[in-house]
């Protein structure tokens, strides 16, 4: 199996449905810190929807929509990141991102998403790439800022999540302005 190192002992590695116990105890200890953005770690509550999650991605994976891989810190799986959409057809695609308490802070998630988005534009030609972020959520929103994305708007009170209606941040980034900051990323 492939790892990218993040540097400081971190890497991004596949993770897939014959994982699930490993899987779920990561979710348990993300839970409560990523719970109120990120329904994929409340919906994880057992070996079966953890293997039920992995295998959907799997099968995303299978089909060029979507892909999950693990954010793995000194070997520990501490985070995720992946496409929750992927359209090659319309050449864009959608990051989501979460990580539990003990890896907060390191950089680990902004170094992540900064592969995926060189894989999907330079390797994959995708045009745009998303960042939907609850308006309450400082800390992603945070890193889209950081990754240089702009804010193309707010879908009001478009998500609801434990009983509340968010307003959902739609970030992004087109090709050629991530080319652009990759190159001077460079100089």
């Not at 492939?2 to 490993?22: C, H, K, M, N, T």
């Amino acid at each position: 199996m492939f790892a990218i190192s993040l540097g400081d002992g971190a890497e991004l590695r596949p993770v897939e449905p014959w994982q699930a116990e490993e899987f779920l105890e990561h979710i348990e200890r993300a839970r409560e810190y990523a719970g109120p953005w990120v329904p994929l770690t409340v919906n994880v509550k057992d070996v079966e929807s953890a293997r039920a999650v992995l295998q959907n991605y799997a099968d995303k994976q299978a089909a060029d929509t979507g892909r999950l891989w693990a954010v793995r810190l000194d070997g520990t799986l501490v985070g995720g990141v992946l496409f929750r959409i992927f359209d090659t057809s319309t050449e864009s695609c959608e990051v989501g991102v979460w990580l539990e308490p003990s890896a907060a802070g390191r950089g680990l998630i902004s170094r992540a998403v900064e592969v995926l988005v060189d894989w999907a534009v330079e390797e994959r030609g995708m045009h745009r790439v998303e960042w939907l972020a609850s308006s309450a959520n400082h800390r992603s929103i945070g890193v889209a800022k950081r990754l240089g994305m702009s804010r193309d708007g707010v879908l009001r009170e478009s998500f609801p999540w434990q009983g509340v209606r968010h307003d959902m941040e739609v970030w992004s980034v087109l090709a050629p302005e991530w080319r652009a900051r990759r190159a001077a990323d460079h100089r």
